[in-house]
């Protein structure tokens, strides 16, 4: 059993700090679904065909933090920290360089360089990107967003590390 030190979002709080809690919390659930593994354990891949482990989420959520804060929000001109033309998808082809500590460092500069600019913004204040259709989004809907990305990708988390080690919780 992992020890639990996730902050719980509010039950009352405005609408900011209600959204800027649960993005915060599933950071946090991240951070507790990679606890107490070695990096050979963060590599391990779900089931065959899929390559998704738990250190390349935690990858992933890098890129997305810095997509949506740094490129799509405030306009930055970033480029991918894993991916590139030739693999997209870089983030999750792990090499036997690729650790644990490059990747959560990477990953929390990330979601400090995302506080820093979030910070600057009020929910309705709108993005530097574009969407496809040529609108930009704004802050809420960039919160909104990433919450349901954290969700998403800290389900298939739970099932990988439940394959893992058997162990599961919220």
């Not at 593994?37 to 935690?58: C, K, Y």
């Not at 644990?100 to 979030?118: G, M, P, S, Y």
């Not at 990107?129 to 919450?147: C, D, F, K, Q, V």
Request: glycine share 8%; hydrophobic share 40%; aromatic share 8%.
């Amino acid at each position: 059993m992992i020890h639990d030190e996730r902050s719980e979002p509010s039950f009352t709080a405005a609408e900011r700090p209600m959204l800027e809690g649960w993005l915060d919390y599933h950071r946090e659930t991240l951070v507790l679904k990679c606890a107490g593994l070695t990096d050979a354990q963060l590599r391990q891949a779900s089931v065959p065909p899929s390559e998704l482990s738990l250190l390349g989420l935690v990858r992933h959520m890098a890129e997305v933090e810095r997509g949506w804060f740094r490129a799509v929000l405030a306009g930055e001109d970033v480029p991918p920290i894993y991916g590139t033309a030739e693999d997209p998808d870089g983030e999750f082809h792990l090499a036997e360089r690729d650790t644990w500590e490059e990747a959560r460092t990477t990953w929390q500069a990330e979601i400090a360089r995302a506080r820093e600019l979030a910070a600057k913004a009020g929910l309705d204040d709108l993005s530097a990107g574009l969407s496809r259709a040529g609108e930009p989004y704004n802050l809420r809907w960039i919160y909104t967003h990433m919450i349901e990305e954290y969700a998403r990708h800290n389900g298939h988390a739970d099932l990988v590390r439940e394959r893992i080690d058997g162990v599961t919780g919220d």
